[in-house]
């Protein structure tokens, strides 16, 4: 079952570093749906000597919410919105590719470093979760649209439960329902919060808000 | 100096290329033809060429000096010595030492550089122009062709391409498939780049503007020409071999087993790249570095892979 872990984690590695070089919006919500897909695998295969009704439901949820509901409300906040891709990245996205090859070795070499509690089950999980996370904070500061940032939101809770569900198999099911519940409700009110500020300003240039101020020098 | 046992099977690697590697070309252009519903150029078109062109005579231009006749002559020079470096499958090349991968890829850029000089010394704008982007994808081809077979190499603990293809047995797939399939990919665009295939390159194009690797060679004529397309299909099956070595594990000891399971390969692959060039255009030039660039990192990634 370790081959089933290890092939899903490097799934879910590759979807994150092709994530860093798309530009096409719709290609990207189609991307974090797949790892929505992928996680709801990796919980099954995480647990593949004993599958409870437990783990069924919360793989399940996992998938419905993250490979199918996310990608559905995002994909109507991006019809509303009118945007095609992300103009202008930061990082222009080969350089983005070439850093997140940089941050998986840096996460590879970071979980040799790291005690922890318990061995984990494959020892892909530590340094894939790092890496996801890592991921997700650099496309947060490295893309202007408010729709890009919510996607990697999601990418770095990802790599969270990527870590949650490798390393701590005993996690309560509550805490996990919990926390995909505090998600789903960060992407829809930042679904609602991304219609708004087109409405009012007709992009989602997140950086553009910057010079929002009622105070002028 | 060859640390293997020189055996007569280590003739297979160098003859099976410099015979058949002209019909892989034909190969790919029949699989074109009957995806797209013609009936297509005969197999041995290629051949045919070949000897048309060889038994006409070259033309230079008065403004070329002897860079512009050394160009496809130093070029299938060095291919006929990459020839020598190559295994079929799992039978060892002719010639191998520890770090031959090295000179494998540098010989290739020998290759790469004096066909860009000759190019250069034409003077043509056009030919500087596919030059100019011959060295910019190569540039980006390179280190995800490197990083590539250092892969395999650390998988198989050493730096010889017949050790390392020697060892690429279904064991090693199990052992490591995410990696192995990530550097075969790799491989498989390293392919496609270098020889100047579609999404990269379109072979068949006849507009200057849009050519790459063609476009150097315009000016070239009579044996010279023959020269360079036996060289690009000698490059074609070099390193379609590479890519062939490792996604057909059949390692049975046996000499014409796998000697046919690596030929079978051979053709498969041909036709698997008619059918991308079938049924995908050729990319913008600005998204080609993309591409480049990604099988760059899924080889880096794959060596992650390889390292932990």
Redesign the interface.
């Known amino acids: 079952m370790t081959?089933w872990v290890?092939?899903t984690l490097?799934f879910l590695?590759?979807t994150s570093?092709?994530l860093l070089?798309s530009s096409r919006l719709t290609r990207c919500i189609r991307i974090v749906a797949f790892q929505g897909v992928l996680l709801g695998v990796l919980t099954v295969a995480v647990h593949a000597h004993a599958v409870t009704l437990r783990v069924v439901a919360l793989a399940s949820s996992i998938l419905v919410l993250k490979g199918f509901v996310f990608p559905w409300l995002l994909s109507r906040v991006l019809r509303d919105a009118n945007v095609r891709r992300e103009i202008e990245p930061l990082v222009s996205?080969?350089i983005s590719?070439?850093a997140?090859?940089l941050g998986?070795?840096v996460s590879?070499w970071l979980s040799t470093r790291l005690p922890l509690p318990a061995p984990p089950l494959s020892?892909?999980v530590v340094?894939v979760a790092l890496f996801m996370t890592l991921a997700g904070l650099f496309l947060i500061v490295s893309r202007r649209t408010a729709l890009m940032q919510v996607l990697a939101y999601v990418v770095l809770e990802n790599g969270i439960y990527a870590f949650g569900v490798g390393l701590v198999q005993e996690t309560p099911m509550l805490v996990e329902l919990g926390v995909l519940l505090d998600v789903f409700v960060a992407v829809f009110v930042m679904g609602i919060a991304i219609f708004h500020i087109n409405r009012e300003f007709d992009h989602i240039d997140a950086d553009q808000l910057a010079t929002l101020h009622d105070w002028t020098p | 100096m060859g640390h293997a046992p020189m055996t007569p099977a280590a003739i297979i690697p160098v003859l099976s290329p410099l015979l058949l590697a002209p019909l892989l070309l034909g190969v790919i252009a029949r699989t074109k033809a009957v995806v797209a519903g013609r009936r297509g150029a005969p197999l041995l078109q290629p051949y045919y060429d070949l000897v048309k062109l060889l038994q006409k005579s070259a033309v230079y231009s008065r403004t070329t000096t002897w860079v512009f006749r050394a160009g496809p002559v130093v070029g299938l020079a060095a291919l006929l010595c990459a020839t020598a470096y190559v295994p079929l499958g799992g039978i060892p090349a002719l010639l191998s030492f520890e770090g031959d991968l090295i000179v494998f890829v540098y010989v290739l850029g020998l290759l790469r550089f004096f066909t860009v000089v000759a190019a250069l010394d034409t003077g043509s704008s056009f030919e500087a122009m596919g030059a100019s982007r011959e060295v910019t994808f190569a540039a980006l081809a390179e280190p995800a062709l490197l990083l590539g077979l250092v892969g395999v190499a650390r998988n198989a603990g050493s730096f010889s391409l017949s050790t390392i293809y020697a060892g690429m047995d279904t064991a090693a797939w199990t052992a490591a498939a995410p990696a192995l399939a990530l550097i075969a990919a790799a491989l498989l665009v390293v392919f496609l780049a270098e020889n100047a295939r579609v999404p990269v390159d379109d072979p068949t194009t006849h507009l200057e503007l849009t050519m790459i690797h063609e476009v150097m060679v315009l000016d070239h004529g009579g044996p010279d020409l023959a020269f360079i397309l036996y060289g690009s299909a000698l490059k074609l099956w070099l390193l379609g071999a590479l890519f062939v070595g490792l996604v057909v594990p059949i390692r049975s000891g046996i000499v014409w087993l796998d000697t046919a399971a690596a030929l079978t390969g051979m053709l498969g692959l041909a036709i698997v790249t008619g059918i991308i060039e079938s049924s995908t255009a050729r990319w913008r030039l600005l998204r080609i570095p993309q591409l480049l660039v990604g099988a760059g990192v899924m080889a880096a990634v794959a060596l992650v892979l390889m390292l932990r």
């Open positions: 081959m290890d092939t490097v590695a590759l570093i092709l070089g996205y080969i590719m070439l997140g090859t998986l070795a590879f020892l892909l340094p």
